[in-house]
Every structure is written in C-alpha cells, then in structure tokens.
C-alpha cells in the first residue's frame, strides 16, 4: 500500500482589518489620480452653468423655497437656496469628490439620515447629519409607504448639505445666478409667466385663495416678480417632497364673523320670489333678513309669526318666505 500525500491550503476569511486595508488602498488610488488631474475651477462653472440652464424644467428643479413661519406683521416667510438637484450638479461636475448618503437610525418618531464628502484633491472630509419627523400633527406616526419617502428625502438633504460644505456656496452663487436669469429674466412677458403659474396652481387641486393668501396678494394679476419666484421655489420643494401643499398654502382661517357668515347662509332657505314694496304690503311692514314678517299691532307693540312660512297682507296677497326670528334691531324699530 503506497503512501499517498494530500496537501491543503488553507484560506482565512477576510477580517475588518483586510477590509480596512482594501478599502484605505482604494482611497489612495483616488487621491493619486485626483493629485494627477487637478480640477479647473473655470471649467467647472462653465459645465454647471451649462448644465443648470439646460432647460427650465432643469433651472426650476435647482432653487427651492418653503414656509418656515411668519413675521411680525403677520406675512408669511420662506426659506430658500440652492436645492438637491443643483447640488447633483456641482458634485458631478467640480471633479475628485467622493460622496454619498445613508440613513443611521429610524424610529417612530423621526428618521435620521447621514452624509459625506470627500475632497481628494484637497483631503477634506465632512459628514452631514439631517433629521426628519415621521409624525403628523396630531402626533400619531406616518404609515410605513410614508416613512419610507421621508428617509429618501432626508438622504437627499444629508447629501445636498455635504456637497455644500465641501464646495464653497461662494462658488456656486455664479451657478444659481444664470437659473435666475434664464428663470426670471427678460425672455418671458410676465403674463405669460402668470399664465404658467395660473396652470400649476389649478393643478394642485386647493382653494386658488390659499395661494393668494400666503403671497399677499388679491389674485393672478397682482402676482409679481418676486411671487413668482417664490412660487418657482415652492414647486420645487414639493416636487422633491421637502414640503407638502398643506403646509406651504395651509388652509385660510375664518375669524368669527365669518364663521356667523357661512353658518347664516347655510340656514337660510332661498326665497320662491321676491316681495315687491307695493300695495299689497303696508308702508309700516318690516321683512327681515330671514324672511320674517315684522309689523306693529293696533295696541302699539308688534306682531311677529317665525312659526308660519306664508302671512297674508292688507291687500289680502299671500306671498312665502322662510321663517326665522327677528333680529333685534329690527324688533327696536317698532318700540
């Protein structure tokens, strides 16, 4: 019997430290190639600039504008800068970045999320962290489709605000100047732009006065420049879910003599036909507002019927109205 010798290999598997050395030699591959083919920074505006303004639909998405509150006179106020879609824009085109997003926790009640970016050419290195509620206004938990497209969206932020701790915002201000222009410049008259404007508020599927409300004007006519900016601002933050249509044009709260208003309107019936000043109503009858017959007696007071829906006048005419009881103005007459 021969004597048969096996040999083996024997393989580890990979540890953290492995993969730390992979990793840290990828980085350096990175860098030396970054140190190897420098960025221009006058190539770089060009490209962005050319990008941004590649169409409106592109210039719109790279400025956003929500509500943040109101002022002291009451007028509501807007946060706005550069949007996620303008900072996709100068990552890809400033060169040597690394840069990326992740969410790190979710509860309940909020999602956090985290971003990076890495300038290899210059070795900085910053992380942003973005918190989003998950909850509504009556404190109860969005359902889970719901928390989902939060975390996108606080992802998003993270990276936006990453990319532009990296880049200089004073950098891109030359970027955001050109989607002004190309947005709000001489090229439109500004009906039409009221126009376009006039279409997406239809679009929204709200009361047209909310959005007036919130701008401080009367209607599409009054509407400006600067509400049109603001208005460009909005769609995009509500395209890219970083507000809802409820909270940049919440519902218009009545005071309460409104409210006496429309709850007036609802109790009233419409009149069959209107009761003409003429023979057949004496000079000294009151109708009121709600129909009711008002009229003195022959003791000096008055005689009111709120329980009858037709009363006969001196001319022996009938005619119907809707019974209500007299205001007291209206009783004050006859005393």
Request: glycine share 6%.
């Amino acid at each position: 019997m021969s004597d048969e010798v096996i040999s083996a290999e024997i393989v580890t598997a990979p540890n953290n430290n492995s993969l730390d050395v992979q990793e840290r030699a990828n980085i350096d591959l990175q860098i030396q190639t970054a140190k190897a083919y420098p960025r221009t920074l006058t190539r770089f505006k060009e490209k962005a600039k050319e990008l941004a303004t590649y169409d409106e639909v592109t210039a719109e998405s790279c400025i956003y504008r929500r509500p943040v509150g109101k002022d002291k006179n009451g007028r509501q106020t807007f946060a706005e800068g550069m949007s996620v879609r303008l900072a996709e824009i100068v990552f890809s085109c400033f060169g040597n970045l690394r840069a990326g997003s992740r969410v790190v926790e979710q509860t309940e009640s909020y999602v956090k999320a985290q971003g990076v970016c890495h300038d290899l050419e210059n070795n900085v290195y910053v992380t942003c962290e973005c918190i989003e509620s998950t909850i509504d206004k009556n404190g109860k938990p969005y359902p889970e489709r719901m928390r989902v497209l939060i975390a996108k969206v606080a992802a998003a932020k993270a990276f936006r605000d990453a990319i532009f701790k990296v880049v200089p915002r004073g950098i891109c201000k030359p970027i955001e100047d050109e989607v002004r222009k190309l947005l709000y410049g001489d090229a439109k008259s500004i009906s039409k732009r009221r126009e376009i404007a006039k279409g997406w508020i239809k679009s929204l599927g709200i009361d047209e006065e909310r959005v007036y409300f919130q701008l401080g004007v009367g209607g599409i006519d009054d509407i400006g420049e600067k509400e049109l900016e603001i208005l460009t601002g909005i769609k995009t933050s509500i395209k890219d879910g970083d507000t809802k249509i409820d909270d940049a044009f919440p519902p218009i709260k009545k005071n309460a003599f409104e409210r006496a208003l429309d709850k007036q309107d609802k109790m009233e019936t419409p009149v069959s036909s209107s009761i003409p000043v003429s023979s057949s109503v004496s000079s000294d009858t009151v109708v009121s507002s709600g129909g009711t017959i008002v009229m003195p007696n022959s003791s000096g007071g008055i005689s009111v019927n709120p329980s009858s829906s037709s009363f006969v006048t001196s001319g022996g005419s009938s005619s119907t109205f809707a019974p209500l009881p007299p205001s007291p103005d209206e009783i004050e007459l006859f005393k």
